[in-house]
Each structure stands twice: as structure tokens, then as C-alpha cells.
């Protein structure tokens, strides 16, 4: 294969936005490959193109990874008279039989597109007449036009014939920044990078904050997060990490009574201190890995009283109706579980109560807040926030 065609979802968008949208997939596309060394990607008839390339499997399998992309294809390209488009078919499809010969009895049908109105057939009738060259060729094949084995597809455009077998799957999704920013709550856990790859995937582009409870925690954990923020780099590029320090709203409140209610309390100065990060960022919501019940702390009613703790912006919650292994299974898949599963304490179980409150009151927790600055305590925490950006977190973990 020489060449490579990418198929952006289908978009209900009309106008602007879905021109805003091509481009915003063409930037994204030309970033992942540039990594592989491809430097041109054509935007032709709402298709992209690349070639030619030797290793247009392997780019069209990274293109894959794209979110916006519905499906890519490596494909072979020849000249547009019907001689060599039918050569070319043959090729392919003996190339085919050789490699997987358990296809020799198999069904298969012909898609055309046809933008290269010059040439002599319509689509159906080139669908037709290379159905016809492949069976010449294969007498044991059928053709299966609803449910076929294989399906051959043939572009015929002015520059030339596409003829190709197979389609990758692509990440689906909208292009990374069509939908805005948001700001995910980054653990060194399983969870939160699998909330902020589902928000990614939904078209927004995700900054980060993580709670930093050194010296009580090693710097273990946060060189964690550090590599878990570059690692979900690969989906969206330029990726930012706010680093804020926990340890002195842990010290504040750690006498307080009813230490069940503490990760409660963490929850809500967390989100206090993202939600005034956020707006700073022009970021449009919160984003937390919870799940209902997973933890004590996330029971509908502390998620509740969590959530009576936010000024402005809505927290989403991607993952609310997941199983662990649900998240677990993802995780894999977006490559971050292995760095999740690393042993290092995160701030919460570091003075994690015995008996942690399942059914917070909202009263209650405001009642232990009241004994506390809580405004110093966030104030403290937004001044001491920095910011890593991706060039930096190349440099760790
Ligand atoms: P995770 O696997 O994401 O840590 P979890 O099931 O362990 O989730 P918790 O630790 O209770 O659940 O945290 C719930 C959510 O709160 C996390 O998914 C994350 O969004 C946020 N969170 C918890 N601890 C931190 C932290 N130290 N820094 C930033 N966000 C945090
Ligand atoms: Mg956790």
C-alpha cells in the first residue's frame, strides 16, 4: 500500500462550525503524524490524504488513534483509465487470496466512489464490471451485496484510481477543542485519566489539577501524575498540570471532630480550588473520575454534599454509571492503567478515617468547615497553584 485516506464521523454541523471542525481534525491529524515524519496531509472532498508512504499501514493505523476519525484505510493508487484500475483490482484481491487463502469460497461485494466524472461507467456500473473482473479471476468467490465477507472499495478521482480492502476502526469522537476546555481533578488513581480521555473524546481539550500532599506523601506521587498527564499527551497535545499543594489544608483540618467526615471535606476544598482555577483558565466545567459507590466518599448523598461546596461551574462526571472493570477495561485501552497501578499514596488514604461518613449532611459539613478559614485556606492554595506545561513533563517521570 502506498497511500493513506482518513474518514472524518459524520457531522450534523452545519456551515462555520463544521468548516471550524474539518480544520480544528486537519491541525490534530497533522500533530500526531508529524511524529511518524508525514508533513502534508490533503483535505480534499471531506476525506484527508497521505502518500505517498511505504509505511502507509502503520499511518494509517495512527491515524486511527485521532479522535474524529471514524475510519482510515491504507490504500494502493493507480491511474484512472479502467485498464489500470482493473489490473489494479486483480492485484489486490490475489494479494489477498495468498495471504488469507480460508477466503477462497468467500462473499464479497464492490463499493465505487466516483468524483472524476470523466470516467467512462457510473459507481454502480464499475461496482458491477469489477464484481465481475474479480469473479473472472476467482470463480470460487460470490458476491454478497447485504452481509459480504470482504468488501473491496474503489475511489476514482482526477488525480487517480484508491482501491483498498481494508478500514481501521478510528477513536470516533470530536476533534480535541471543538467543545472548549475543561479542567479535570487528576489523581495518581485508575479513574480521573479515564474521565479526562472521555472528555477528550467528546471534543474538549482537558488542563489538569492535582491536589499535592507533600511532605506527607514522597514526591512519588505526583512524578505519577506527571507521567499519567504525558502519557494522555498522545490525545491531545499541549497538555497543562496544575500542581497545588494539599499539605496545609490537611494540617488544618486534621483535628477536627468527626474524622469521618475528612475526605468529604477534601472533596469540597477541591473542588472549591478547581472551580476558581477553571475560571481563571476560561475552562467550562470540572471533570472528577467518580462513580456511584465506589468509595464511600461517593455516595449519592456525600456527592451531594460535595457538590454544595462549588460556586460556579458544573462538575462532570463521566464515569457516574461505570463498574471498575468497565473503567479498568479502558484504562488498558488508553494505555494509562499501568502507570495507574503503581504503588505511591495519594492524599487521600494518607489520613483516610477509619469509619468514613457514607451519608454526609451538608449541615454537618459546613458545621467542621465553620471551625476552619476556609476562604484563607483556598486563597493560600490558588496562590501557591503552578502550572507544568507539556514541554516540562517531557522532562519527568
Ligand atoms: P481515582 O482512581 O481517579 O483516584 P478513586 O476511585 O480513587 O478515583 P477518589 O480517590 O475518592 O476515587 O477520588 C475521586 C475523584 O476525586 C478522582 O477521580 C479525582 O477526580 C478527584 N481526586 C481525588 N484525589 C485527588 C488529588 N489528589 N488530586 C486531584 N484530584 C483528585
Ligand atoms: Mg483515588
Known amino acids: 500500500m502506498d497511500h493513506v485516506i482518513i474518514r472524518p464521523?459524520?457531522?450534523?454541523?452545519?456551515?462555520?462550525?463544521?468548516?471550524?471542525?474539518?480544520?480544528?481534525?486537519?491541525?490534530?491529524?497533522?500533530?500526531?503524524?508529524?511524529?511518524?515524519?508525514?508533513?502534508?496531509?490533503?483535505?480534499?472532498?471531506?476525506?484527508?490524504?497521505?502518500?505517498?508512504?511505504?509505511?502507509?499501514?502503520?499511518?494509517?493505523?495512527?491515524?486511527?488513534?485521532?479522535?474524529?476519525?471514524?475510519?482510515?484505510?491504507?490504500?494502493?493508487?493507480?491511474?484512472?483509465?479502467?485498464?489500470?484500475?482493473?489490473?489494479?483490482?486483480?492485484?489486490?484481491?490475489?494479494e489477498m487470496l495468498t495471504r488469507k487463502p480460508e477466503l477462497a469460497s468467500s462473499t464479497f461485494r464492490?463499493?465505487?466512489?466516483?468524483?472524476?466524472?470523466?470516467?467512462?461507467?457510473?459507481?454502480?456500473?464499475?461496482?458491477?464490471?469489477l464484481?465481475?473482473?474479480?469473479?473472472?479471476?476467482?470463480?470460487?468467490?460470490?458476491?454478497?451485496?447485504?452481509?459480504?465477507?470482504?468488501?473491496?472499495?474503489?475511489?476514482?478521482?482526477?488525480?487517480?484510481g484508491f482501491v483498498f480492502l481494508e478500514k481501521i476502526p478510528g477513536a470516533g469522537g470530536l476533534p480535541v477543542g471543538t467543545e472548549g476546555k475543561v479542567m479535570c481533578l487528576l489523581s495518581g488513581g485508575i479513574d480521573s485519566p479515564v474521565a479526562a480521555w472521555q472528555m477528550m473524546k467528546r471534543g474538549c481539550r482537558v488542563e489538569y489539577v492535582h491536589y499535592d500532599a507533600q511532605?506527607?506523601?514522597?514526591?512519588?506521587?505526583?512524578?505519577?501524575?506527571?507521567?499519567?498527564a504525558r502519557s494522555l499527551d498522545?490525545?491531545?497535545?499541549?497538555?497543562?498540570?496544575?500542581?497545588?499543594?494539599?499539605?496545609p489544608i490537611q494540617m488544618a483540618t486534621k483535628d477536627l471532630p468527626k474524622p469521618g467526615y475528612r475526605t468529604v471535606l477534601y472533596r469540597r476544598f477541591m473542588s472549591r480550588i478547581a472551580d476558581r482555577l477553571a475560571r481563571r483558565?476560561?475552562?467550562?466545567?470540572?471533570?472528577?473520575?467518580?462513580?456511584?459507590?465506589?468509595v464511600a466518599s461517593q455516595t449519592l448523598d456525600n456527592l451531594i454534599v460535595i457538590e454544595g461546596?462549588?460556586?460556579?461551574?458544573?462538575?462532570?462526571?463521566?464515569?457516574?454509571?461505570?463498574?471498575?472493570?468497565?473503567?479498568?477495561?479502558?484504562?488498558?485501552?488508553?494505555d494509562t492503567y499501568e502507570i495507574s497501578i503503581r504503588p505511591f499514596e495519594d492524599c487521600c488514604t494518607l489520613f483516610q478515617p477509619d469509619h468514613p461518613v457514607t451519608r454526609g449532611k451538608l449541615e454537618d459539613a459546613e458545621w467542621l468547615e465553620g471551625m476552619v478559614d476556609v476562604e484563607a485556606l483556598v486563597q493560600e492554595a490558588v496562590e501557591k497553584a503552578r502550572i507544568e506545561d507539556s514541554t516540562r513533563l517531557e522532562l519527568h517521570g
Open 9 to 94: 464521523v459524520e457531522l450534523t454541523l452545519k456551515g462555520n462550525n463544521r468548516r471550524w471542525f474539518e480544520r480544528m481534525l486537519h491541525q490534530h491529524l497533522k500533530a500526531a503524524l508529524a511524529r511518524h515524519g508525514v508533513t502534508a496531509v490533503d483535505r480534499r472532498h471531506g476525506r484527508y490524504y497521505i502518500g505517498p508512504r511505504d509505511d502507509a499501514e502503520q499511518i494509517a493505523r495512527e491515524a486511527a488513534k485521532v479522535f474524529g476519525v471514524v475510519h482510515t484505510s491504507a490504500a494502493k493508487r493507480c491511474g484512472r483509465s479502467e485498464e489500470e484500475i482493473a489490473a489494479l483490482t486483480r492485484e489486490l484481491v490475489a
Open 110 to 129: 464492490v463499493d465505487v466512489k466516483r468524483s472524476y466524472k470523466q470516467f467512462p461507467r457510473n459507481s454502480m456500473e464499475t461496482a458491477a464490471w
Open 131 to 160: 464484481g465481475s473482473v474479480i469473479l473472472e479471476a476467482h470463480p470460487g468467490l460470490k458476491v454478497d451485496l447485504h452481509d459480504p465477507d470482504w468488501s473491496l472499495q474503489v475511489e476514482i478521482r482526477g488525480e487517480g
Open 215 to 228: 511532605p506527607f506523601t514522597g514526591p512519588g506521587a505526583l512524578e505519577k501524575v506527571r507521567t499519567l
Open 234 to 247: 498522545a490525545w491531545q497535545g499541549k497538555s497543562k498540570l496544575w500542581v497545588v499543594p494539599f499539605a
Open 281 to 294: 483558565r476560561r475552562c467550562k466545567a470540572l471533570v472528577s473520575g467518580d462513580s456511584l459507590g465506589q
Open 309 to 334: 461546596a462549588r460556586e460556579a461551574l458544573p462538575m462532570l462526571r463521566p464515569l457516574i454509571g461505570f463498574d471498575k472493570q468497565e473503567t479498568i477495561r479502558l484504562a488498558r485501552h488508553i
